[in-house]
Protein backbone atom coordinates (compact mmCIF):
# COMPACT_ATOMS: atom_id res chain seq x y z
CA UNK A 1 0.00 0.00 0.00
CA UNK A 2 1.58 3.09 -1.21
CA UNK A 3 0.91 6.97 0.78
CA UNK A 4 -2.43 7.54 2.38
CA UNK A 5 -4.30 10.34 2.09
CA UNK A 6 -7.56 9.91 3.56
CA UNK A 7 -8.78 7.37 5.89
CA UNK A 8 -12.78 7.42 6.23
CA UNK A 9 -15.26 4.69 7.89
CA UNK A 10 -16.20 3.01 4.44
CA UNK A 11 -12.84 2.99 2.61
CA UNK A 12 -9.09 4.74 2.82
CA UNK A 13 -7.24 6.25 0.14
CA UNK A 14 -3.61 5.80 -1.11
CA UNK A 15 -1.58 6.81 -3.76
CA UNK A 16 0.29 3.44 -5.76
CA UNK A 17 2.10 4.03 -9.10
CA UNK A 18 0.81 7.36 -9.42
CA UNK A 19 -3.17 6.64 -9.34
CA UNK A 20 -5.52 7.57 -6.67
CA UNK A 21 -6.48 4.09 -5.25
CA UNK A 22 -10.02 4.27 -3.28
CA UNK A 23 -10.20 0.55 -0.97
CA UNK A 24 -13.51 -0.40 0.72
CA UNK A 25 -12.01 -1.29 4.46
CA UNK A 26 -13.58 -4.07 6.22
CA UNK A 27 -16.11 -3.51 9.14
CA UNK A 28 -15.57 -5.79 11.65
CA UNK A 29 -19.39 -6.07 12.93
CA UNK A 30 -20.65 -7.64 9.81
CA UNK A 31 -20.98 -11.06 8.98
CA UNK A 32 -17.78 -11.66 6.77
CA UNK A 33 -19.72 -12.80 3.83
CA UNK A 34 -21.98 -9.80 4.14
CA UNK A 35 -19.22 -7.54 4.57
CA UNK A 36 -17.68 -8.80 1.48
CA UNK A 37 -20.82 -8.72 -0.55
CA UNK A 38 -21.83 -4.94 0.46
CA UNK A 39 -18.07 -3.67 -0.02
CA UNK A 40 -17.97 -5.72 -3.59
CA UNK A 41 -21.89 -4.28 -4.78
CA UNK A 42 -20.68 -0.22 -3.88
CA UNK A 43 -16.98 -0.70 -5.33
CA UNK A 44 -18.89 -1.90 -8.62
CA UNK A 45 -21.83 0.88 -8.00
CA UNK A 46 -19.19 3.14 -7.86
CA UNK A 47 -17.29 2.18 -10.89
CA UNK A 48 -20.96 2.50 -12.80
CA UNK A 49 -21.92 5.54 -11.95
CA UNK A 50 -18.12 6.98 -12.58
CA UNK A 51 -18.12 6.24 -16.25
CA UNK A 52 -21.93 6.48 -16.76
CA UNK A 53 -20.42 10.41 -15.54
CA UNK A 54 -17.42 10.54 -18.22
CA UNK A 55 -19.51 8.82 -20.54
CA UNK A 56 -21.69 11.87 -19.99
CA UNK A 57 -19.21 14.71 -20.24
CA UNK A 58 -19.14 15.05 -16.41
CA UNK A 59 -15.58 15.97 -15.42
CA UNK A 60 -14.79 12.96 -13.25
CA UNK A 61 -11.31 10.94 -12.77
CA UNK A 62 -10.85 7.95 -15.23
CA UNK A 63 -11.13 4.97 -13.01
CA UNK A 64 -8.33 2.46 -14.74
CA UNK A 65 -8.88 -0.79 -12.37
CA UNK A 66 -11.37 -2.10 -10.49
CA UNK A 67 -11.50 -5.28 -8.67
CA UNK A 68 -13.31 -6.31 -5.91
CA UNK A 69 -12.59 -3.66 -3.19
CA UNK A 70 -10.66 -1.21 -4.61
CA UNK A 71 -10.46 1.44 -7.61
CA UNK A 72 -7.54 3.15 -9.05
CA UNK A 73 -8.19 6.31 -10.87
CA UNK A 74 -6.66 9.00 -12.12
CA UNK A 75 -4.95 11.22 -9.65
CA UNK A 76 -5.80 14.86 -9.80
CA UNK A 77 -3.49 17.29 -9.04
CA UNK A 78 -5.66 20.84 -7.51
CA UNK A 79 -7.58 21.91 -4.61
CA UNK A 80 -10.35 21.20 -3.08
CA UNK A 81 -13.39 23.90 -3.91
CA UNK A 82 -14.32 24.01 -0.04
CA UNK A 83 -10.41 25.20 0.48
CA UNK A 84 -10.51 28.13 -2.48
CA UNK A 85 -14.21 29.01 -3.22
CA UNK A 86 -14.49 31.48 0.00
CA UNK A 87 -10.89 33.48 -1.71
CA UNK A 88 -11.79 33.66 -5.06
CA UNK A 89 -12.49 36.69 -6.81
CA UNK A 90 -16.14 37.30 -7.45
CA UNK A 91 -15.78 36.80 -11.25
CA UNK A 92 -13.89 32.98 -10.63
CA UNK A 93 -16.27 32.37 -8.06
CA UNK A 94 -19.32 32.77 -10.75
CA UNK A 95 -17.31 31.05 -13.41
CA UNK A 96 -16.81 28.22 -11.05
CA UNK A 97 -20.74 27.81 -10.21
CA UNK A 98 -21.73 27.71 -13.36
CA UNK A 99 -19.39 24.75 -14.12
CA UNK A 100 -21.03 23.04 -10.66
CA UNK A 101 -24.56 23.48 -12.14
CA UNK A 102 -23.92 22.74 -15.76
CA UNK A 103 -22.17 19.38 -14.17
CA UNK A 104 -24.97 18.95 -11.98
CA UNK A 105 -27.54 19.25 -14.97
CA UNK A 106 -24.95 16.50 -16.99
CA UNK A 107 -25.79 14.09 -13.86
CA UNK A 108 -29.28 14.11 -13.10
CA UNK A 109 -30.03 14.30 -17.10
CA UNK A 110 -28.05 10.64 -17.24
CA UNK A 111 -29.89 9.36 -14.05
CA UNK A 112 -27.01 9.67 -11.70
CA UNK A 113 -27.67 10.76 -8.50
CA UNK A 114 -24.56 11.84 -6.40
CA UNK A 115 -25.57 11.42 -2.64
CA UNK A 116 -22.76 13.83 -1.56
CA UNK A 117 -22.90 17.60 -3.66
CA UNK A 118 -20.67 19.00 -1.34
CA UNK A 119 -17.69 21.34 -1.95
CA UNK A 120 -15.40 18.93 -0.61
CA UNK A 121 -16.31 16.18 -3.06
CA UNK A 122 -14.97 19.17 -6.11
CA UNK A 123 -11.56 19.35 -6.74
CA UNK A 124 -10.24 22.69 -9.25
CA UNK A 125 -7.56 20.76 -10.97
CA UNK A 126 -6.00 22.72 -14.04
CA UNK A 127 -8.59 25.19 -14.10
CA UNK A 128 -11.35 22.99 -14.69
CA UNK A 129 -13.71 21.49 -12.43
CA UNK A 130 -13.70 17.81 -11.23
CA UNK A 131 -16.39 15.59 -8.99
CA UNK A 132 -15.31 13.22 -6.87
CA UNK A 133 -16.07 10.07 -4.44
CA UNK A 134 -19.64 8.67 -5.70
CA UNK A 135 -19.65 6.35 -2.83
CA UNK A 136 -23.13 7.60 -1.40
CA UNK A 137 -24.42 8.09 -5.45
CA UNK A 138 -27.11 5.79 -7.16
CA UNK A 139 -28.89 5.69 -10.35
CA UNK A 140 -32.41 7.46 -10.51
CA UNK A 141 -34.55 9.46 -12.73
CA UNK A 142 -36.88 10.25 -9.25
CA UNK A 143 -37.54 14.36 -9.12
CA UNK A 144 -37.30 13.52 -5.35
CA UNK A 145 -34.03 12.13 -5.44
CA UNK A 146 -32.87 14.97 -7.81
CA UNK A 147 -34.09 17.73 -5.87
CA UNK A 148 -32.15 16.20 -2.20
CA UNK A 149 -29.00 15.97 -4.42
CA UNK A 150 -29.75 20.00 -4.86
CA UNK A 151 -30.35 20.02 -1.55
CA UNK A 152 -27.84 18.75 0.17
CA UNK A 153 -25.69 21.31 -2.10
CA UNK A 154 -27.26 24.40 -1.07
CA UNK A 155 -26.75 22.72 2.62
CA UNK A 156 -22.93 22.32 2.34
CA UNK A 157 -23.00 26.07 0.53
CA UNK A 158 -24.54 27.36 3.00
CA UNK A 159 -22.60 25.92 6.18
CA UNK A 160 -19.34 26.50 4.41
CA UNK A 161 -19.66 29.42 2.29
CA UNK A 162 -22.37 31.43 3.86
CA UNK A 163 -21.35 34.73 2.58
CA UNK A 164 -21.41 34.35 -1.30
CA UNK A 165 -24.48 31.63 -0.66
CA UNK A 166 -26.87 33.79 -2.76
CA UNK A 167 -24.67 34.97 -5.51
CA UNK A 168 -23.42 31.07 -5.94
CA UNK A 169 -26.87 29.66 -5.95
CA UNK A 170 -28.14 31.92 -8.78
CA UNK A 171 -25.11 30.91 -10.91
CA UNK A 172 -25.56 27.60 -9.73
CA UNK A 173 -29.60 27.15 -11.04
CA UNK A 174 -29.23 29.26 -13.78
CA UNK A 175 -26.86 26.74 -15.19
CA UNK A 176 -28.80 23.77 -13.85
CA UNK A 177 -31.54 25.01 -15.90
CA UNK A 178 -30.16 23.56 -19.14
CA UNK A 179 -31.66 20.15 -17.78
CA UNK A 180 -35.12 19.92 -19.11
CA UNK A 181 -36.57 19.08 -15.80
CA UNK A 182 -34.69 21.84 -13.93
CA UNK A 183 -38.12 24.05 -13.35
CA UNK A 184 -39.37 21.06 -11.55
CA UNK A 185 -36.40 19.72 -9.60
CA UNK A 186 -35.79 23.27 -7.93
CA UNK A 187 -39.18 23.90 -7.31
CA UNK A 188 -39.46 20.38 -5.25
CA UNK A 189 -35.95 21.00 -3.10
CA UNK A 190 -37.88 24.34 -2.16
CA UNK A 191 -41.12 22.13 -0.41
CA UNK A 192 -37.76 20.34 0.84
CA UNK A 193 -36.62 23.58 2.47
CA UNK A 194 -39.60 24.05 4.19
CA UNK A 195 -40.25 20.44 5.29
CA UNK A 196 -36.58 21.27 6.80
CA UNK A 197 -37.48 24.17 8.23
CA UNK A 198 -40.56 23.09 9.86
CA UNK A 199 -39.80 20.09 11.58
Not at 14 to 25: A, D, M, S
Not at 82 to 110: F, P, T, Y
Not at 155 to 168: P, V
Request: proline share 2%; aromatic share 6%; charged share 35%.
Amino acid sequence: MGKIIQRGAEAILYLEKGRLVKERISKGYRIPELDRKIRRQRTKSEAKLMERSRLSDVPVPKVRVEDEFRLAMDHLEGSKLKDVLNQMSKKDREKVCGEMGRMIAGLHANGIMHGDLTTSNMILSKGRLFLIDFGLGKFSVKTEDQAVDLFLLYEALKSTHFRSLSECWKKIVNAYSEYPKAKEVVQRMEKIKKRRRYK
